[in-house]
């Protein structure tokens, strides 16, 4: 068969299965009355097996020593490496899918104008953000994916407090390394959360969240655990309110 039905045959590339044959990897018969390339039932088990090698992550000169029944050391190390790789990007992907349902669920809240959620919270991780490490922090979230809900973080002991201390927090699905030591767990956990308009002159206050936690208590639930502030909606004009999500743990599941 020619190079366009063993294209189709395969599914590579016309100019893949000659970037192949360029590199030694395959070397179809020539006929001799045209001197066409001739690609027979073994060429195309050899296209489709390095083409399965290269999409996992293995290199063509490792692909080729291997074809010669050389380096299968290195060649397990390259697949179990491209493992590890495709395993931490199926991480930051399904943590940006939980993070786009998140965001269309609190949307949605808005929309059909729902006055509360209850729901579970996986276990999480907290990293507490301050001026020397903001960008290095965000430089690694953007290396792996971006996923963080930036939170105001009121923890339960001053929940009660006049003023609040500052706490700016980035709330993950999935530990960041090199931050491992400085990032805190948050153990699952069912929350209580709710919309509010919030006007841009003034910071929320323990006088703000008194009626939530009364209607949270008429509801049965304890809401003496910790607060999460994050703004899910908002404007550059000043006489149009954000919208913030006000969201707390109630307790264990």
């Known amino acids: 068969m020619n190079i366009n039905q063993a294209s189709q045959m395969t599914g590579v590339s016309k100019d893949m299965i000659r970037f192949y044959e360029k590199k030694g990897l395959i070397d179809p018969q020539r006929n001799k009355g ?80 729902v006055p509360y959620e209850i729901g579970v919270r996986r276990s999480s991780y907290c990293y507490v953000v301050k001026n020397e490490n903001f960008g290095n922090i965000h430089n690694s979230l953007a290396d792996n994916g971006g996923i963080a809900h930036s939170v105001f973080r009121v923890r339960k002991e001053n929940l009660r407090s006049d003023e609040w201390p500052e706490e700016h927090a980035l709330l993950f699905t999935t530990p960041i390394e090199e931050f491992e030591d400085e990032t805190e767990e948050i153990p699952e956990h069912r929350y209580f959360r709710t919309i509010r308009k919030q006007n841009k002159r003034r910071k929320i206050g323990y006088r703000d969240i008194e009626s939530i936690i009364d209607e949270i208590k008429d509801i049965g639930y304890n809401p003496e655990g910790e607060v999460y502030i994050y703004q ?10 954000d919208l913030v999500c006000l969201e707390f743990d109630i307790g264990e599941v």
């Open 34 to 113: 045209n001197n066409y390339r001739e690609y027979n039932d073994h060429d195309l088990n050899l296209i489709v097996m390095i083409h399965e090698y290269s999409t996992m992550g293995m290199s063509l000169s490792t692909i080729a020593r291997l074809m010669k029944g050389q380096d299968i050391k290195a060649a397990t190390g390259e697949l179990e490496e491209s493992i590890r790789r495709l395993r931490n990007e199926e991480m930051w992907i399904r943590a940006r899918i939980n993070s786009a349902v998140d965001s269309a669920k609190l949307l949605s809240m808005v929309r059909d104008e």
């Open 232 to 241: 899910i909606m908002g404007s550059l004009e000043e006489d149009v309110e």
